[in-house]
């Protein structure tokens, strides 16, 4: 799945980005090329922890990622920054 964010182009205008249900074990990287990006569905995965950097790597614009229906057991410190809504 990393290959699959890595391979859309940065200038594709994509402001929802949905990668729920595909056994991603951790935040996919590269996510910070895509400035208007808005929302994140990265739910029914299997990721187990948060790291402190994992979040810091989406852009100002996102407002929303999904996290639910993972198996999320760790929360690093300050892994949520700015104002995002999550659930």
Known sequence: MQAIVANIP???PLDVLVLD????????ARLDRFKQL?????????ITAIGSTDLS???ASVKLIDLSSNS??????????GS???Y
């Open 21 to 28: 249900g595909n056994r991603l074990t951790s935040v996919p």
């Open 10 to 12: 940065p200038t594709t």
């Open 72 to 81: 999320i057991a760790a929360l690093a410190d300050g892994c949520f920054p």
């Open 84 to 86: 995002f809504v999550y």
């Open 57 to 59: 790597k989406l852009t």
């Open 38 to 46: 808005a929302k994140v569905n990265l739910a029914n995965n299997s």
